[in-house]
Nanobody, 123 residues
């Protein structure tokens, strides 16, 4: 089993920045695919970003490209989501996800989930 704990959410004005952190358990964290998803009110949970064991990253949707960056620190068993130039449309609960299969670079199945952290962006 994998346990994930998110932190760093909060209230920020449009144009501001936040950095989310996700601390993960697991002795083989360095081989996990790690990612971030988000769910806005009235919407389905959507993929935001992932980072593979070797540092390859994927950022989606297009609306966050150039503003969000995912990174990881394997020594700390932690993954980060740096969010800049935040917009009200970014308001959502952000969920950390982990997949123990290092070859799963889509995070489409078998994910472990954190409890989520609220990000609210005011106009």
């Amino acid at each position: 089993q994998v346990q994930l704990v998110e932190s760093g959410g909060g209230l920020v004005q449009a144009g501001g920045s936040l950095r989310l952190s996700c601390a993960a358990s697991g002795r083989t964290f360095s081989r996990y695919t790690m990612g971030w998803f988000r769910q806005a009110p009235g919407k389905e949970r959507e993929f935001v970003a992932l980072i593979s064991w070797n540092g390859d990253t994927t950022i989606d949707p297009d609306s966050v490209k150039g503003r969000f960056t995912i990174s990881r620190d394997n020594a700390k068993n932690t993954v980060y989501l740096q969010m800049n130039s935040l917009k009200p449309a970014d308001t959502a609960v952000y969920y950390c996800a982990a997949n123990t299969n290092p070859y799963n670079t889509q995070m489409d199945r078998g994910n472990y989930w954190g409890q989520g952290t609220q990000v609210t962006v005011s106009p």
